[in-house]
Nanobody, 125 residues
């Protein structure tokens, strides 16, 4: 299993970015796939995830209403559309995958066994 995150960059507050997690070795609808982020000096936190069963989604409270996660089976990717970005969204964003994650652990880094390399998102004020 290999995951490749891309799409990060520098954007002004209020702007948008779209991150993509390209997966190889798996089909994106057979794994639970999540996006995490880690800001300098902070712990890695769950941002959003999409489940393999039914495609239910989860969003952390700070990003609800601004971020949207989606699966693209043709591209074999899981994308994260980020709108209305804020300086506090600045972080390295990672995608992660797991064969199965229990509901209560969906935003827990240790629940995921496969990780991409991360892509930097910087939001200027």
């Amino acid at each position: 299993v290999q995951l490749q995150a891309s799409g990060g960059g520098l954007v002004q507050a209020g702007g948008s970015l779209s991150l993509s997690c390209a997966a190889s070795g798996i089909t994106v609808d057979s794994y639970d796939i999540a996006w995490f982020r880690q800001a300098p000096g902070k712990e890695r936190e769950g941002v959003s995830c999409v489940s393999r069963r039914g495609g239910s989604t989860y969003y952390a409270d700070p990003v609800k209403g601004r971020f949207t996660i989606s699966r693209d089976r043709a591209k074999k990717s899981v994308d994260l559309q980020m709108n209305s970005l804020k300086p506090e969204d600045t972080a390295i964003y990672y995608c992660a995958a797991s064969e199965s994650v229990i509901y209560s652990a969906r935003a827990t880094p240790n629940a995921y066994g496969y990780w991409g390399q991360g892509t930097l998102v910087t939001v200027s004020s």
